[in-house]
């Protein structure tokens, strides 16, 4: 609930305070929901079918594209029975399989592996040049077949690029046009042959992470997995806790927004909200997976927040534009 601790607080807070209350909580920003734990296998769930479904999910679970693979979730492969938890009838003949989520990720957690939160973010996919046509057409089945195997939620979506003089958006402007159309990452190929060499170079843009690297529509969309996972790579489980978060250095309305967006788009975060404001200071209750560090890490990582003088059970920073 947002509340207004200081009833002498100026016009302008109290009118921000009133617009978040509107705002916030938005638990949208941290990502999409995606259904990890459940897949499709042909015919009836026998044992070596029950084996290839789990290395599936083990992959789209952990973030990690080798995890079918890895000898340490090999013991975990070859009991895949034990983590069935329930099947139903799939619409083309199959059969629909759902996983045991909680043993599934004690089990994952117990291997010395860690699990990728379910809700992951909604990543926008821009080409540039934009395919047309059947070139579009494939574009868009490769990319969505390489992000529902590795556990993205994705769209192909038309972009621009520069402004109405033709100079190149930099990374925030893009951003925020991603954030308009509703994403919370966005990862560009560009290709000065239209990707008809299958070669592109990629760029992820995320308010906690950027990366570059080259390769086909796969290594796109898996290298975004790749780097968007490491964000979140523990070894351990992590308890969702409440936070206390001070930001400093808020002078207007669009710093307000500009924080808010970057606390719910955190790695891991449920849910954000006002709990006090006075001059230039904003204070937020931020539940969070994986409490003080990991909140910690991820807002030290967009660039946007100097970490202030200890205090306490509370976070402090100074907002960096």
């Given at each position: 609930m947002c509340t207004i601790v200081n009833v002498h607080a100026l016009?302008?807070?109290?009118r921000l305070l009133r617009l978040a209350c509107l705002l916030l909580p938005i638990a949208a920003w941290a990502g999409r929901p995606v259904q990890v734990y459940?897949?499709?296998?042909?015919?009836?769930?026998?044992?070596?079918?029950?084996?290839d479904a789990l290395k599936r999910v083990l992959v789209r679970a952990t973030g990690r594209g080798e995890a079918a693979a890895d000898p340490a979730l090999s013991a975990i492969v070859a009991d895949a029975a034990h983590y069935m938890q329930t099947t139903r009838p799939a619409p083309d003949g199959g059969t629909h399989v759902v996983f045991d989520a909680a043993t599934l990720t004690s089990a994952i957690n117990a291997a010395g592996r860690s699990t990728w939160d379910n809700n992951r973010p909604f990543t926008l996919v821009v080409l540039s040049p934009p395919l047309t046509g059947s070139a579009a057409d494939g574009a868009?089945?490769?990319?969505?077949?390489?992000?529902?195997?590795?556990?993205?939620?994705?769209?192909?979506?038309?972009?621009?690029?520069?402004?109405?003089s033709g100079t190149e958006l930099g990374r925030n402007a893009l951003l925020a046009a991603a954030q308009q159309l509703g994403g919370d990452a966005l990862l560009i190929g560009r290709s000065d042959s239209g990707g008809s060499n299958n070669t592109w170079q990629w760029t992820l843009y995320t308010s906690f992470v950027s990366q570059n690297w080259s390769g086909g529509l796969t290594a796109g969309l898996n290298g975004a997995v790749d780097a968007l996972a490491r964000v979140q790579d523990v070894s351990e489980p992590q308890a969702e806790m409440v936070v206390q978060v001070q930001v400093d250095g808020v002078t207007a309305l669009a710093d307000y927004a500009q924080v808010g967006r970057l606390l719910q788009g955190a790695p891991g975060v449920r849910s954000v909200d006002v709990v006090e404001a006075s001059g230039t200071m904003v204070t937020f209750s931020v539940r969070v997976r994986g409490g003080s560090p990991a909140l910690d890490r991820a807002l030290a990582a967009s660039g946007h927040f100097a970490s202030g003088a200890p205090g306490g059970s509370r976070l402090q920073y100074t907002y960096r534009p």
């Open positions: 016009k302008f807070w109290t459940e897949t499709d296998i042909k015919g009836p769930p026998s044992a070596a079918a029950l084996q868009r089945r490769e990319l969505d077949a390489a992000a529902e195997a590795r556990g993205l939620p994705i769209s192909l979506v038309p972009l621009p690029l520069v402004d109405a």
